[in-house]
């Protein structure tokens, strides 16, 4: 069973940095795609960024762009958000999801961590 | 791509049909035939859950009750017969191309 368990989370200041993490298992972490989606409060669902399956190709929402980086350790089978200058329109719970085919098929998802932008 | 959809809530009797739109600015077919159009649902405190992927094709475990339909531009999710476990808020996405985006969201409740 595909399991995805987000980390990380938390309270920072505006102009800040936090990783976000994502413990994979039960399937085969090295050959998914992923990508990070989060849930803005009184907004709805953004698509954030997604990672190849050898980390070697990247694509990121304007919004994070030059702010955000994704990458990950498939020794490890985790997945990593490093967020840094920190906005307050960035609060949000940050999902994981598994790429089925590449192609935006989220078929599996964590269950979240919050991250709170706040002075 | 922007991605619209309508309405952004519904209010529904139990038992009766329900019908979501879903329109891109841009064409969701790709050259390799398939058209990258997905709806997904979030419930209330939980996490998304695919529901169709490629405009029609149910994930598994979705009730025969959900279809997609649609092309081009153009697509729509449709409940038959309204249940109760069905509230929470319906957004599509397209992922022809980066970035993916969303819609904003139809908020589904029971009447």
Redesign the interface.
């Known amino acids: 069973e595909v399991h995805l368990l987000e980390s990380g989370g938390g309270l920072v200041r505006p102009g800040g940095s936090l990783r976000v993490s994502c413990a994979a298992s039960g399937f085969s972490f090295a050959s998914s795609s992923m ?1 990070w ?1 989060r ?1 803005v409060p009184g ?5 954030v960024a ?1 990672v190849s399956a050898d980390g070697g190709t990247t ?4 919004s994070v762009e030059g702010r955000f980086t994704i990458s990950r350790d498939n020794s490890k089978n985790t997945l990593y958000l490093q967020m840094n200058s920190l906005r307050a329109d960035d609060t949000a719970v940050y ?1 994981c ?1 598994k790429d089925q085919t590449g ?5 599996s ?4 961590t919050l991250v709170t932008v706040s002075s | 791509i922007v991605v619209t959809q309508t309405p952004l809530f519904l209010s529904v009797t139990p038992g009766q049909p329900a019908s979501i739109s879903c329109k891109s600015s841009q064409g969701l077919l790709h050259t390799d035939g ?1 058209t ?1 159009l ?1 709806w ?1 649902l ?1 419930k209330p405190g939980q ?4 529901l169709i ?1 490629e405009v029609f094709k149910r ?1 598994s475990g979705v009730p025969d009750r959900f279809s997609g339909s649609g092309s081009g531009t153009d697509f729509t999710l449709k409940i038959s017969r309204v249940e109760a476990e069905d509230v929470g ?1 319906y ?1 599509c ?3 022809i191309q ?8 139809t908020k589904l409740e029971i009447k």
């Open positions: 990508s989606v849930l907004k709805g669902l953004e698509w997604v694509f990121y929402a304007e999902y999801a192609w935006g098929n989220f078929a998802w964590g269950q979240g | 398939k990258y997905y997904y979030q996490s998304p859950q695919l992927h994930f808020v957004y996405m397209q992922s980066f970035p993916r985006t969303f819609g904003q969201g």
